[in-house]
């Protein structure tokens, strides 16, 4: 494959098979999914479509029953806990729809905290922790708790958490959907601006406004991609 | 991750949830105090116990007649006659680790002074008792050498004794009757207290001469016997005394076995480890018990860090998704349980400090708080954050992150 240096994501015949009771339930089926690096791709479909697990799979939460992923040219099937959760680390952001920071942290010390398990000094981190926080636009009130923050601030902590080690890919499950109109229309330019700075975006969701603001769009259904159509070009700028 | 960021982060969680935290303290500060106050009891015992021995005498070697047997049957010791003066003699003349020697016989007499009348053990000794016995005169003097030698009848008193007979007068200069001899008072021993079986102040000290010529009597068949000879072992050669004892008196009483010594010979060191080994059981049971409460304080920190953990499944899951190792997790768990723990044992240590010092100020009793006693707390209430803190930690580090993301 000539591209397959381009391809920051290659799902290769993937299963994905929980076991409930006598009956095998295939929540991904023989799935096959190309993502090139700098892309901004939208997953959607149904609850119970399947594209939870496959985002699970992707951010390396999971792993596959059987097939191959490789991602950023590294084979992760074979890799134990510990081995993932440093992949997850450095090479992925996560955002999550109820924002997921942790309550008894200021804002700062929640986005300086993917850096303390990578072990960067505490001097670099505020350093990149203050740069992240800055690109996503909140300068202010960082010293405060996530209760003491709105939906939106909130939002764009963990935005910020999620950059901060400089991922090759964000994965956002629902970003919006725990937010007003004005505020998502506000989180979703900030995702543009990242695929700008070449971020590989990838994002789960089921409202159609959202996915459209994507390059290409992945709808899945029972376990399987039943459309990929691309409707944009892949923003080279920032690669 | 560094030992710093790992205990900043436990103590971050700590701080998260404070009355939880101090609730869950409190069970190892309770636990540590008690130990802490518990061993200063004991310890207190134990010093009490090593000071009355002590009182008893420096270096002193006791020598008894050995129990008479008649035919095998043992008649307990002390009944027969077969230590004398002359026995005491030739330790203090023979025996060159020994220092000074004081024989002594004593017996229970019907004592009267004017209106006054007490029964009280008389004792007759030699001068060179108040050095041995650690026991000197208050007012007055003790008897010399020159009474020894002329067996004149004076006699010192006890305190006891004194307030017996002479309730309101001095007594230095009267004369006091002992079955019906006169003997003269010629001085009052200081207060010494009762120590173990007798009460060192109820009694009456006369010269061992003057009680042979007068109260004692004399055993026809083995002339002037003692019931017990004290002897002083010079600085450091107590064994040496003692051997030196042994060998003379076998050679002098014919005996050739060892088995059929006919004395018996018990150092003050003797005395000291059975106080010690009866005070050490004491500490013990007394640390048992403490050690009870610090086990509920160690349960009551697993329970509690279990709770912990199944409330805060979803940082867990949080912190997994962005990089947490298992190790991260396992360490910021126990650290928790850890500080905690220590946090306590800390407090407890002041606590039982406190606890000892008041027990030693209200309760006139002497509790000693040993360096060894704050160092063993503080190394149990280590080892009890360690050891209850690492199984709810390790249930933490082995969540799901899927499974724990989705808890609310």
Known sequence: ?239 | MGLRELIQIAWQGILSNKLRSGLTVLGIVIGIASVITLMGIGEGAKKEAEKQVQSLGVNLIYIRPGAASNASISQGQGTAPTLTYEDAKAVKETCPSVGEVAAQYQSSYQVQHGEYNTSTTVLGTEPAYCEVRNFHPARGRFFTIDDMKEATRVCTIGDTVREDLFPDEQPIGKSILVRGELFQVIGVMEKKGANQMTDMDDQIFIPLTTGYSTLFGLNTVTGQAVKMILAQAKDGEDLQAQFQITNLLRLRHGIKNPDQDDFQIRTQMDIMQTAQSITGVFSLLLGATAGISLLVGGIGIMNIMLVSVSERTREIGIRKAIGAKFADILWQFVFEAVILSVAGGLLGIALGMIGADSIGRFAQWTCIVTPFSIGLAFAVSLGIGLFFGIYPARKAALLDPIVALRTD
């Not at chain 1, 939870?52 to 040219?73: A, E, H, V, W």
């Not at chain 1, 939906?151 to 963990?158: C, D, I, L, T």
């Not at chain 1, 109109?181 to 979703?188: N, V």
């Open chain 1, 1 to 239: 494959m000539a591209d397959a240096q381009r391809n920051v994501v290659i799902l290769d015949k993937i299963d994905r098979v929980y076991e409930m009771g006598e009956e095998p339930l295939y929540a991904l089926k023989q799935l096959h999914l190309e993502i090139e690096d700098g892309d901004y791709v939208a997953i959607m479909g149904t609850s119970g479509s399947g594209k939870s697990t496959l985002m699970n799979l992707i951010g390396c939460l999971d792993r596959p029953t059987n097939g191959t992923y490789i991602l950023n040219q590294n084979d992760v099937f074979n890799l134990g806990d510990d081995e993932l959760a440093s992949i997850r680390n450095s090479t992925i952001g996560f955002v999550f729809q109820q924002f997921n920071l942790l309550p008894s942290m200021t804002a700062f010390e929640n986005v300086m905290l993917p850096l303390v398990y990578a072990g960067v000094p505490k001097e670099q981190r505020k350093i990149r922790a203050e740069f992240a926080l800055n690109q996503v636009g909140l300068g202010q009130r960082i010293h405060h708790r996530p209760n003491q923050l709105s939906g939106g601030q909130q939002q764009r902590v963990s935005i910020a958490r999620a950059i901060v080690n400089k991922p090759r890919i964000l994965l956002a499950d629902e970003p919006t959907g725990a937010l007003d109109s004005h505020t998502a229309e506000e989180i979703l330019t900030l995702f543009d601006d990242l695929v700008t700075q070449g971020i590989t975006v990838i994002l789960v969701t089921h409202d159609g406004e959202v996915a459209n603001r994507a390059s290409r769009i992945v709808r899945m259904k029972d376990g399987e991609i039943v459309s990929d159509s691309r409707i944009r070009e892949i923003n080279r700028a920032g690669v």
